[in-house]
């Protein structure tokens, strides 16, 4: 159910001061824990409408006009003489902490008005963990929270005449008996449990109509619910339902009585009001509010406690009556109280018969005095007209010196004005300047921060920079030196190919059975010629992927071996120049359109920008390429009918070139070519022979 409380307390942080205030979280706080969604709206904000299930509004100082077709319930919990019948019939529900109260309303309105008493909240105020020995040796002082409000209230006067001593928290004492005896004026309610359990006896007192109409104080409560012995006024309604767990007094002797049984006697009286607490406490709590609250709201009656009486007489008798029966029991109390008083009368007679002698001595006395003064003051009277003449002559001196100091101080006063605007000048200026240079001073600093700032992010993004630089010239570098490595290996085995063909070409020139067989080998290729079938059986296999040529030392290379291919063509007899011319003519082909890459400006296949630190070739491979040129270069003096070349130990000296580019391929591109070369050179020796 969704509930909204309207708290008579205001809305700004004076609310702190309201009992009400603590009266309605309390409230709010049992409510959600049995399942209820609950708003609190002060007074200030009651004009401002809340959608709810319920509106429970706590009747205090504040009068609440409810909404049309709003479904609201009155608790009244104080101040019932502020409340009239035509405000209780605007409410579906009625409620009151008073059983005499709830009883009148009901017979003055025709209507079911139930009795929900006051409560407490048990987990602020709750007894202490000690034995009750224990807390009899600790507790000490009578604490009294009130607040005078312009008034003399039963305790604080009890406490003045009977010259108790009392622990009072509140405000507005400051012009009674007993404003030495205020301790604070004003205490935490999440303090005043601690208070409470520290306290020898609770001391409480009811306004007048709250005492009239029934109704019991909830700082009894709060005090039971710490085991606490409390002293109240004397009320119907608070001996029928505390007993004789709250001692009553209806004056200043009866106090003092009170006060004294619960100091000699207080393990009794902590007894008491545990054993209380303990039985009935249950019944006093915001929880049990809670639950008869949202009963009351669904239409569950709750159980024997609203049942109006017969008349408004009736009701009235029942608290005239309670009152009769305690008087009875006051009756021989008060039998005796009046033969001390008579003994007291007597006593308080006598004393009266020596003041009004000793009065008529003192009135004796004084007209004496009387005499006597008259005398004096003629003599006073003579000396005071001497002394007014003399006091006349000093009078004209000193006007006169005092004139001539007036003139004298206006002068000075004159240059000081002069000598301070000046010095106001002055600091004003200065002011200006000092002004001026704190401004100065702001900007530089702040120019100083803002440079240093720029000084760290550049130092920050510098570090960032050079780091990725070296992570990517150490990335090049690797990859540089693996692919060195790779180069270096395909070149190995390209030149021990190379040179495993070098020996068998010259084994095969030196063999006898090649020249045997060279006449057989020349019949057997003219007759493939005649038959229309190819004379040479070995073709240059097409490369695996194009090879870019780039830079000077490509053309160099390019034109160097298209130039002996062509020379080797011509010097070649008449007889196979045919055969073999489409061979030549598509290696020349293939040599003029394509070329070994040589590094210009870029690593090739490290895709990273050129750095002018990291090398283009490393020596070891200038030197494998260049042998492999002076190969070529053999085999090519060989082809042109040099073949004693091939003889000779010495070794000629190839040119440097730096070539770059796919040692694999190329190793293939040389097994084919040499290939081609012996080809050409059976064709050339059947010639010859």
């Known amino acids: 159910m969704k509930i909204v409380i309207k708290n008579p307390a205001p809305a700004d942080e004076t609310q702190l001061r309201w009992g009400d205030y603590h009266f309605g979280l309390a409230l709010q706080a049992a409510f959600e824990r049995t399942g209820h969604v609950v708003t609190q709206q002060f007074h200030d904000d009651w004009p401002t409408p809340k959608p709810a299930d319920l509106c429970v509004v706590l009747r205090g100082l504040k009068r609440y006009q409810p909404a049309p077709g709003e479904t609201a319930l009155l608790w009244i919990i104080s101040h019932p003489q502020l409340v009239s019948r035509e405000e209780c019939r605007q409410f579906q529900f009625i409620a009151s902490a008073s059983k005499l109260h709830a009883r009148m309303l009901a017979q ?4 079911t008005v139930e009795y929900l008493p006051q409560c407490t909240d048990p987990e602020r105020f709750h007894a202490p963990a000690v034995p009750i020995d224990e807390q009899a040796r600790q507790r000490s ?16 006067q009890w406490a003045e005449q009977s010259s108790t001593a009392i622990d009072i928290i ?3 004492w400051e012009h009674s008996g007993v404003a030495d005896q205020v301790r604070y004026e004003y205490i935490d309610n999440a303090r005043l449990g601690d208070c409470y359990r520290s306290a020898a006896a609770v001391l409480n007192d009811h306004w007048l109509d709250m005492k ?14 710490c085991h606490a012995p409390v002293i109240s006024d ?49 019944q006093f709590t915001f929880e049990q509010r809670a639950n008869d609250l949202a009963a009351l709201a ?22 005239v009556g309670t009152g009769v029966a ?5 009756e021989a109390y008060y039998q005796q109280s009046l033969a001390r008083h008579r003994k007291r009368i007597h006593r308080l007679q006598d004393s009266l018969d020596w003041e009004r002698s000793k009065r008529k001595s003192l009135q004796e006395e004084r007209d004496a005095l009387t005499v006597r003064l008259a005398e004096q003051e003629a003599q006073y009277r003579s000396r005071i007209g001497a002394l007014e003449e003399r006091l006349s002559g000093q009078e004209s001196q000193y006007r006169s010196r005092i004139g001539a100091l007036e003139e004298r101080l206006s002068g000075q006063a004159a240059q000081h004005k002069k000598s301070v605007a000046a010095l106001e000048s002055r600091l004003a200026e200065r002011s200006k300047r000092i002004g001026q240079l704190k401004g100065k001073v702001t900007w530089e600093e702040g120019t100083r921060r803002r440079l240093q700032q720029e000084l760290e992010t550049a130092q920050r993004d510098l570090d960032a920079a050079g780091s990725i630089r070296l992570s990517q010239l150490e990335s090049r570098l690797g990859a540089e030196r693996r692919r060195g490595d790779e180069q270096r290996q395909q070149l190995r085995l390209a030149m021990g190919h190379i040179e495993r063909l070098e020996r068998d070409i010259l084994d095969l020139v030196h063999s006898r059975s090649w020249r045997l067989t060279t006449p057989l080998r020349l019949v057997g290729r003219q007759w493939r010629r005649l038959a229309g079938r190819s004379a040479a059986p070995y073709r240059l296999r097409p490369r695996p992927e194009p090879l870019p040529a780039s830079g000077e030392d490509s053309v160099s290379v390019r034109n160097h071996r298209v130039g002996w291919l062509r020379r080797l063509g011509r010097r070649l007899p008449a007889g196979i120049k045919q055969p073999i011319k489409w061979t030549l003519a598509r290696l020349g082909r293939d040599l003029s359109t394509t070329g070994p890459k040589v590094a210009a400006g870029s690593q090739p296949g490290s895709g990273l920008p050129d750095d002018p630190r990291m090398p283009t070739m490393r020596d070891d491979e200038v030197a494998y390429r260049t042998r492999a040129l002076a190969q070529l270069e053999r085999l090519e003096r060989y082809c042109q009918g040099q073949p004693n070349a091939l003889m000779r130990s010495g070794r000629a000296e190839p040119e440097s070139l ?32």
């Open 108 to 111: 003055e309105l025709g209507v």
């Open 141 to 156: 002082g009578l604490v009294y929270v009130a607040n005078s409000r312009g008034v003399i209230r039963d305790i604080a």
């Open 170 to 172: 509140g405000r507005g």
């Open 212 to 225: 009239l109409y029934g109704y019991v104080s909830n700082r009894v409560l709060d005090a039971l619910a």
């Open 234 to 282: 004397e009320s119907p309604a608070l001996r029928e339902i505390f007993g004789d767990a709250v001692l009553c007094a209806g004056n200043a002797e009866e106090f003092r009585h009170a006060v004294a049984q619960c100091r000699q006697r207080l393990p009794e009286r902590l007894e008491s009001a545990a054993a209380f607490w303990q039985a009935h406490g249950d």
């Open 298 to 319: 669904g239409g569950r009656l709750l159980s024997g406690r609203s049942a109006p009486p017969a008349s408004g007489i009736a009701a009235l008798g029942d608290w």
């Open 326 to 330: 305690y008087g009875e029991q006051r």
């Open 658 to 689: 730096q070539l770059d580019g796919q040692p694999g391929y190329w190793q293939l591109q040389w097994v084919q070519l040499t290939e081609e070369l012996l080809f050409l050179m059976r064709s050339k020796d059947g010639k010859r022979s």
